[in-house]
T-cell receptor, first 110, second 112 residues
Framework: EDKVVQSPLSLVVHEGDTVTLNCSYE??????LLWYKQEKKAPTFLFMLTSSGIEKKSGRLSSILDKKELFSILNITATQTGDSAVYLCAGTLYGQNFVFGPGTRLSVLP | SQTIHQWPATLVQPVGSPLSLECTVEGTSNPNLYWYRQAAGRGLQLLFYSVGIGQISSEVPQNLSASRPQDRQFILSSKKLLLSDSGFYLC???????????FGQGTRLTVV
């Protein structure tokens, strides 16, 4: 069965800290990995990773994929209270649908 | 640009009542459409997806059904709600299978 696992499930940090969120996957016909940020309602798209070892960056967020070890990390540097959210990762499969992980709930305290 | 609309935002319904949640997408054609449910503190569970008008695939057997009467309209329904149908329902669209999905704002359904 296709599966995506995220760790930690919950994390509390203080503003200015750097955090690393983990996502590992066991999926057949893997195509790419997606990261989303979910605050109150709709998950918003962050990154799509298709190739190993190529870092994607957006401001203080960055992410990288390791297709050999089947995992991805999402880094957030100099965290702010606005980064508090649930971070979801999902595997996309060739010709099939997304498989989502349970999410990591990040709380950034002032 | 593409936008996705989902309504209502919140809904409180008694057990045994019917349900209809609607989702529409603008600015694209022939999208893949999805209905997900998210239980509190949990990830997204795929309920239904559709690759075209009238084409519905169900991922989880349950008390719900979906329909796609038009290219950019996706409807989630139930004839008789159960308490266990409570949750946060998200509609999403993607341009094919191998691209990112974009989500609507969600409907929080409480069955009482």
């Amino acid at each position: 069965e296709d599966k995506v696992v995220q760790s930690p499930l919950s994390l509390v940090v203080h503003e200015g800290d750097t955090v690393t969120l983990n996502c590992s996957y066991e999926v057949t016909n893997f195509r790419s990995l997606l990261w989303y940020k979910q605050e109150k309602k709709a998950p918003t798209f962050l990154f799509m990773l298709t190739s190993s070892g190529i870092e994607k960056k957006s401001g203080r967020l960055s992410s990288i994929l390791d297709k050999k070890e089947l995992f991805s990390i999402l880094n957030i540097t100099a965290t702010q209270t606005g980064d508090s959210a649930v971070y979801l990762c999902a595997g996309t499969l060739y010709g099939q649908n997304f498989v989502f992980g349970p999410g990591t709930r990040l709380s950034v305290l002032p | 640009s593409q936008t996705i609309h989902q309504w209502p935002a919140t809904l409180v319904q008694p057990v045994g009542s019917p349900l209809s949640l609607e989702c529409t997408v603008e600015g694209t054609s022939n999208p893949n459409l999805y209905w997900y449910r998210q239980a509190a503190g949990r990830g997204l569970q795929l309920l239904f997806y559709s690759v075209g008008i009238g084409q519905i695939s169900s991922e989880v057997p349950q008390n719900l059904s979906a329909s796609r009467p038009q290219d950019r309209q996706f409807i989630l329904s139930s004839k008789k709600l159960l308490l266990s149908d409570s949750g946060f329902y998200l509609c999403a669209w993607a341009q094919g299978f191998n691209t990112e999905a974009f989500f609507g704002q969600g409907t929080r359904l409480t069955v009482v």
